[in-house]
Protein backbone atom coordinates (compact mmCIF):
# COMPACT_ATOMS: atom_id res chain seq x y z
CA UNK A 1 0.00 0.00 0.00
CA UNK A 2 3.01 2.34 0.30
CA UNK A 3 2.46 2.51 -3.80
CA UNK A 4 -0.80 4.84 -3.23
CA UNK A 5 -0.51 8.52 -2.36
CA UNK A 6 -3.40 10.51 -1.47
CA UNK A 7 -3.56 14.45 -1.24
CA UNK A 8 -4.12 16.56 0.50
CA UNK A 9 -4.12 15.37 3.79
CA UNK A 10 -7.35 17.41 4.91
CA UNK A 11 -9.16 19.34 3.06
CA UNK A 12 -11.23 22.21 3.42
CA UNK A 13 -14.69 22.95 1.39
CA UNK A 14 -16.88 25.97 1.42
CA UNK A 15 -20.14 26.44 0.92
CA UNK A 16 -20.83 26.02 -3.47
CA UNK A 17 -17.51 24.77 -3.96
CA UNK A 18 -15.89 22.28 -5.49
CA UNK A 19 -13.13 20.37 -4.65
CA UNK A 20 -10.78 17.45 -5.96
CA UNK A 21 -9.18 14.51 -4.22
CA UNK A 22 -6.13 13.67 -5.68
CA UNK A 23 -5.01 9.59 -5.82
CA UNK A 24 -2.04 8.23 -7.67
CA UNK A 25 -0.60 4.60 -7.41
CA UNK A 26 2.30 3.27 -8.90
CA UNK A 27 1.54 -0.31 -8.70
CA UNK A 28 0.41 -0.80 -12.03
CA UNK A 29 -2.80 -2.04 -10.93
CA UNK A 30 -5.72 -1.79 -13.11
CA UNK A 31 -8.49 -1.01 -11.02
CA UNK A 32 -8.81 1.91 -8.82
CA UNK A 33 -11.43 3.24 -5.64
CA UNK A 34 -13.04 5.98 -4.04
CA UNK A 35 -14.54 4.96 -0.72
CA UNK A 36 -16.09 7.41 1.58
CA UNK A 37 -15.71 6.90 5.95
CA UNK A 38 -17.86 8.41 8.05
CA UNK A 39 -17.11 8.86 11.76
CA UNK A 40 -17.49 5.42 14.00
CA UNK A 41 -18.34 3.57 10.35
CA UNK A 42 -17.88 1.46 7.82
CA UNK A 43 -16.73 1.87 4.24
CA UNK A 44 -18.94 2.74 1.30
CA UNK A 45 -18.04 2.85 -1.98
CA UNK A 46 -18.17 6.01 -3.74
CA UNK A 47 -17.07 4.95 -7.63
CA UNK A 48 -14.63 2.25 -8.96
CA UNK A 49 -12.93 1.98 -12.28
CA UNK A 50 -11.63 -1.52 -13.66
CA UNK A 51 -9.68 0.16 -16.67
CA UNK A 52 -8.76 3.76 -18.37
CA UNK A 53 -11.79 5.57 -19.89
CA UNK A 54 -13.92 3.40 -17.45
CA UNK A 55 -15.86 4.13 -14.07
CA UNK A 56 -19.13 2.85 -12.29
CA UNK A 57 -21.18 4.00 -10.12
CA UNK A 58 -20.85 2.64 -6.05
CA UNK A 59 -23.58 2.67 -3.68
CA UNK A 60 -23.21 6.54 -2.78
CA UNK A 61 -22.14 8.13 -6.42
CA UNK A 62 -24.77 11.09 -5.81
CA UNK A 63 -22.61 14.39 -5.40
CA UNK A 64 -19.34 12.87 -7.02
CA UNK A 65 -17.99 12.95 -10.08
CA UNK A 66 -14.66 11.19 -11.51
CA UNK A 67 -12.41 10.52 -14.07
CA UNK A 68 -9.83 7.88 -15.38
CA UNK A 69 -7.62 9.26 -18.30
CA UNK A 70 -4.51 7.83 -16.68
CA UNK A 71 -3.83 4.12 -15.19
CA UNK A 72 -1.73 6.10 -12.40
CA UNK A 73 -4.31 8.43 -11.53
CA UNK A 74 -8.32 8.58 -9.99
CA UNK A 75 -9.40 11.89 -8.95
CA UNK A 76 -12.42 12.55 -7.03
CA UNK A 77 -14.36 15.60 -7.64
CA UNK A 78 -16.88 16.36 -4.31
CA UNK A 79 -19.40 18.72 -5.72
CA UNK A 80 -21.66 21.03 -4.63
CA UNK A 81 -24.28 18.58 -4.81
CA UNK A 82 -23.09 16.84 -2.26
CA UNK A 83 -24.31 18.09 0.92
CA UNK A 84 -22.54 16.39 3.56
CA UNK A 85 -19.24 16.05 2.49
CA UNK A 86 -18.00 15.94 6.04
CA UNK A 87 -15.52 12.37 5.74
CA UNK A 88 -12.69 10.39 5.37
CA UNK A 89 -12.04 9.36 1.95
CA UNK A 90 -9.89 6.15 1.27
CA UNK A 91 -8.55 5.45 -2.43
CA UNK A 92 -7.63 1.94 -3.19
CA UNK A 93 -6.57 -0.03 -5.77
CA UNK A 94 -5.94 -3.96 -7.06
CA UNK A 95 -5.26 -5.97 -9.98
CA UNK A 96 -8.05 -7.74 -11.32
CA UNK A 97 -10.79 -8.54 -8.53
CA UNK A 98 -7.23 -9.09 -6.00
CA UNK A 99 -6.69 -7.49 -2.84
CA UNK A 100 -7.48 -3.78 -2.63
CA UNK A 101 -4.64 -1.34 -1.28
CA UNK A 102 -5.71 1.42 0.59
CA UNK A 103 -3.85 4.92 0.29
CA UNK A 104 -3.34 7.34 3.37
CA UNK A 105 -6.94 9.16 3.05
CA UNK A 106 -7.89 12.31 2.70
CA UNK A 107 -9.96 14.42 5.44
CA UNK A 108 -12.64 16.58 4.00
CA UNK A 109 -14.39 19.18 6.59
CA UNK A 110 -16.73 21.65 5.81
CA UNK A 111 -16.25 25.72 6.25
CA UNK B 1 -27.08 -7.61 -3.91
CA UNK B 2 -24.34 -9.47 -1.91
CA UNK B 3 -24.35 -8.35 1.89
CA UNK B 4 -22.12 -9.12 4.57
CA UNK B 5 -23.19 -8.78 8.01
CA UNK B 6 -20.21 -8.88 11.26
CA UNK B 7 -21.07 -9.51 14.69
CA UNK B 8 -19.98 -8.04 17.22
CA UNK B 9 -19.73 -4.53 16.68
CA UNK B 10 -17.63 -4.14 19.86
CA UNK B 11 -15.30 -6.23 21.91
CA UNK B 12 -13.26 -5.93 24.91
CA UNK B 13 -11.13 -8.92 25.89
CA UNK B 14 -7.91 -9.27 28.39
CA UNK B 15 -4.53 -9.19 27.42
CA UNK B 16 -3.76 -12.64 26.60
CA UNK B 17 -7.01 -13.60 25.62
CA UNK B 18 -8.60 -14.46 22.41
CA UNK B 19 -11.07 -12.49 19.98
CA UNK B 20 -13.21 -13.99 16.83
CA UNK B 21 -15.18 -11.77 15.21
CA UNK B 22 -17.79 -13.22 12.70
CA UNK B 23 -18.85 -12.49 9.71
CA UNK B 24 -21.96 -14.15 7.40
CA UNK B 25 -22.36 -13.14 3.87
CA UNK B 26 -25.38 -13.69 1.02
CA UNK B 27 -24.22 -14.42 -2.14
CA UNK B 28 -22.67 -18.27 -2.25
CA UNK B 29 -20.78 -16.99 -5.21
CA UNK B 30 -18.47 -14.78 -2.90
CA UNK B 31 -14.75 -16.86 -3.29
CA UNK B 32 -12.36 -13.92 -2.21
CA UNK B 33 -13.03 -13.09 1.80
CA UNK B 34 -10.16 -10.62 3.33
CA UNK B 35 -9.70 -8.53 6.45
CA UNK B 36 -8.48 -5.45 7.45
CA UNK B 37 -7.36 -3.74 10.32
CA UNK B 38 -7.67 0.02 11.06
CA UNK B 39 -6.08 1.76 13.59
CA UNK B 40 -7.30 5.33 14.36
CA UNK B 41 -7.06 7.30 11.65
CA UNK B 42 -5.10 5.76 9.42
CA UNK B 43 -6.16 3.63 6.62
CA UNK B 44 -7.41 -0.28 6.27
CA UNK B 45 -4.04 -2.53 6.31
CA UNK B 46 -4.72 -6.10 5.19
CA UNK B 47 -3.63 -8.68 7.88
CA UNK B 48 -4.97 -12.07 6.34
CA UNK B 49 -7.38 -13.34 3.47
CA UNK B 50 -8.81 -16.43 2.51
CA UNK B 51 -10.33 -17.80 -1.06
CA UNK B 52 -13.12 -20.34 -1.22
CA UNK B 53 -11.19 -23.23 -2.02
CA UNK B 54 -9.63 -23.09 1.08
CA UNK B 55 -11.35 -23.74 4.63
CA UNK B 56 -8.56 -22.12 7.33
CA UNK B 57 -5.53 -19.94 6.92
CA UNK B 58 -3.14 -19.18 10.01
CA UNK B 59 -0.41 -16.45 10.43
CA UNK B 60 1.29 -16.57 13.28
CA UNK B 61 -1.04 -15.60 15.92
CA UNK B 62 -4.33 -14.77 12.89
CA UNK B 63 -5.88 -17.58 11.64
CA UNK B 64 -9.93 -17.54 9.55
CA UNK B 65 -11.88 -19.74 9.11
CA UNK B 66 -14.74 -20.26 6.29
CA UNK B 67 -17.60 -22.60 6.39
CA UNK B 68 -18.71 -21.97 2.55
CA UNK B 69 -21.98 -24.17 3.30
CA UNK B 70 -22.94 -22.25 5.84
CA UNK B 71 -21.73 -18.86 4.32
CA UNK B 72 -19.53 -17.65 7.00
CA UNK B 73 -16.06 -16.77 8.15
CA UNK B 74 -14.52 -15.81 11.23
CA UNK B 75 -11.16 -13.89 12.45
CA UNK B 76 -9.22 -15.67 15.35
CA UNK B 77 -6.64 -13.74 16.80
CA UNK B 78 -4.70 -15.38 19.97
CA UNK B 79 -2.93 -14.04 22.76
CA UNK B 80 -3.52 -10.70 22.25
CA UNK B 81 -1.89 -7.69 22.98
CA UNK B 82 -2.79 -3.92 23.52
CA UNK B 83 -1.50 -3.11 19.93
CA UNK B 84 -4.33 -5.50 18.68
CA UNK B 85 -6.52 -2.85 19.71
CA UNK B 86 -8.25 -1.53 16.43
CA UNK B 87 -11.43 -1.88 14.24
CA UNK B 88 -11.67 -4.83 12.29
CA UNK B 89 -13.37 -5.34 8.62
CA UNK B 90 -14.55 -8.16 6.83
CA UNK B 91 -15.36 -8.57 3.06
CA UNK B 92 -16.30 -10.17 0.65
CA UNK B 93 -16.13 -10.44 -3.24
CA UNK B 94 -15.99 -12.53 -6.29
CA UNK B 95 -13.81 -13.06 -9.18
CA UNK B 96 -15.54 -11.07 -11.70
CA UNK B 97 -17.36 -8.06 -9.58
CA UNK B 98 -14.41 -5.91 -8.72
CA UNK B 99 -16.12 -4.97 -5.31
CA UNK B 100 -15.30 -5.60 -2.43
CA UNK B 101 -18.59 -5.68 0.18
CA UNK B 102 -17.28 -4.57 3.28
CA UNK B 103 -18.72 -5.67 6.38
CA UNK B 104 -19.61 -2.77 9.34
CA UNK B 105 -16.55 -3.44 11.28
CA UNK B 106 -15.86 -5.18 15.05
CA UNK B 107 -14.12 -2.44 17.77
CA UNK B 108 -11.54 -4.09 19.27
CA UNK B 109 -10.24 -2.96 22.78
CA UNK B 110 -7.35 -5.05 24.45
CA UNK B 111 -6.89 -4.42 28.02
CA UNK B 112 -3.72 -4.32 29.60
Known sequence: DGGITQSPKYLFRKEGQNVTLSCEQNLNHDAMYWYRQDPGQGLRLIYYSQIVNDFQKGDIAEGYSVSREKKESFPLTVTSAQKNPTAFYLCASSTGGETQYFGPGTRLLVL | ?112
Open chain 2, 1 to 112: GENVEQHPSTLSVQEGDSAVIKCTYSDSASNYFPWYKQELGKRPQLIIDIRSNVGEKKDQRIAVTLNKTAKHFSLHITETQPEDSAVYFCAASWDSSYKLIFGSGTRLLVRP
